[in-house]
């Protein structure tokens, strides 16, 4: 678990899916997450299996982000490795995703910032990347503040759509923090 001052990063429960279904069945949500096809209730439960395997199998994964003063999960933030684009490989992303209720307010780049410090500080991890869709200005914003670059920009080989690769190295990340 890790905390910030607004928010709290934890593992996935049983009670959090309804509320991330709900986030991913918002189609502006969803509009730059491959395809921009929303999730059921379904989906969403295996897609917490998956993340929630993530964790044991690699060490680290997706946070769940609960909001402090309420204890209302807004989405989630944390670490994964982009499968779906190879050439990428071997890679860590960070990635956030909040219900729109949450948009605005920094609460995305707050969590990306824990969940980079996580990478870097308690796993060791060398470099981290964060990839979105060229034209998801909003989270291009957040991946600058994160102190991190653009490196490449290439297609997503699952939907077509054109991908912007940015990276920050654990060297450059302790440099900023110096």
Do not use: C
Not at 24 to 35: F, K, L, Q
Not at 158 to 172: E, F, K, M, W
């Amino acid at each position: 678990m890790l905390e910030t001052p607004r928010l709290i990063l934890r593992r996935w429960r049983e009670e959090d899916v309804a509320p991330m279904a709900a986030v991913h069945a918002d189609p502006e949500v969803m509009r730059w997450i491959r395809d921009g096809g929303v999730l059921d209730e379904q989906q969403t439960r295996g897609r917490i299996q998956a993340w929630e395997s993530e964790w044991e199998s690699r060490g680290f994964g997706l946070f769940a982000v609960e909001i402090r003063s309420t204890g209302e999960l807004a989405g989630f933030t944390g670490l994964s490795v982009p499968e779906y684009l190879p050439e990428v490989l071997p890679a860590v992303e960070v990635g956030w995703r909040l219900g729109r209720a949450h948009w605005g307010q920094g609460l995305a780049t707050e969590a990306a910032v824990a969940a980079v410090r996580f990478g870097f500080e308690e796993r060791g991890l060398k470099r981290i990347v964060s990839i979105t869709q060229v034209g998801n200005d909003a989270s291009e914003r957040i991946m600058v503040k994160l102190g991190m670059r653009p490196v490449q920009e290439t297609f997503d080989p699952t939907v077509g759509r054109r991908l912007r690769v940015y990276a920050l190295s654990s060297d450059r990340y302790h440099l900023g923090r110096g």
